[in-house]
């Protein structure tokens, strides 16, 4: 899966940073935390009684913010495909009530349904047909809305997975969402929640 070897391009960044967003191949945790904060934003609800799919969870970082926030989902269920982030994210989870962490491939695996999927990251080094496929399981897997970001940009990358407000908007329209996009945030990235009419 994935642009380049998915394994390699985390499992070295993880042997030279270790536990922090640099393994992630975020630029600092700064730039982490604010995609935190825009997708929490963007969930706007108390969670504390729903579920949440934390899609390409990395270190469960995403659960570490909510915390902090005063946030914390009825239950949190984090999705990796990298063996290494699963194993480090059971390990600070181990304490946590409530959570869940499994090894999962979001584009081939059963999915566990959720309130709410969210995905920060997960797909910055994605193909176009996966990401849509990985989009599309999210949306489908929820119960209320996908909430999730990408890298904004032409796609003219070999490495990282860059797209337009309006592709997402199309794909939106062919899964039958209501679609918010959040932008200037950062450069080059853009966040959006997909929305089940139903509700």
């Given at each position: 899966m994935g642009r380049i070897d998915n394994s390699q391009f985390y499992h070295d960044s993880?042997?030279?940073?270790?536990?922090?967003?640099?393994?992630?191949?975020?630029?600092?945790?700064?730039?982490?935390?604010?995609?935190?904060?825009?997708?929490?934003?963007?969930?706007?609800?108390e969670l504390s009684h729903a579920t949440l799919v934390d899609a390409g969870c990395g270190?469960?970082?995403?659960?570490?913010?909510?915390e902090r926030h005063g946030?914390?989902?009825?239950?949190?269920?984090?999705?990796?495909?990298?063996?290494?982030?699963?194993?480090?994210?059971?390990?600070?989870?181990?304490?946590?009530?409530?959570?869940?962490?499994?090894?999962?491939?979001?584009?081939?695996?059963?999915?566990?349904e959720a309130d709410y999927y969210v995905c920060s990251g997960g797909m910055n080094i994605l193909k176009r047909f996966e990401t849509n496929v990985f989009i599309t399981r999210c949306f489908e897997a929820s119960n209320k809305a996908f909430v999730f970001n990408l890298l904004l940009g032409a796609d003219d990358s070999m490495v990282y997975n860059y797209y337009?407000?309006?592709?997402?908007?199309?794909?939106?329209?062919?899964?039958?969402?209501e679609v918010e996009i959040v932008q200037n945030y950062l450069p080059r990235d853009f966040s959006v929640k997909f929305v089940k009419k139903s509700v």
């Open positions: 993880l042997q030279r940073h270790g536990d922090t967003a640099k393994a992630l191949h975020w630029n600092n945790e700064y730039t982490q935390i604010k995609r935190f904060e825009v997708l929490h934003n963007l969930i706007d609800d270190f469960a970082d995403f659960y570490t913010f909510l946030n914390l989902p009825q239950k949190y269920i984090g999705l990796d495909l990298m063996p290494d982030m699963v194993l480090k994210a059971k390990e600070k989870m181990l304490d946590k009530k409530d959570v869940e962490i499994f090894e999962s491939d979001i584009c081939h695996d059963t999915l566990p337009l407000p309006a592709e997402i908007k199309k794909i939106a329209k062919t899964l039958g969402a």
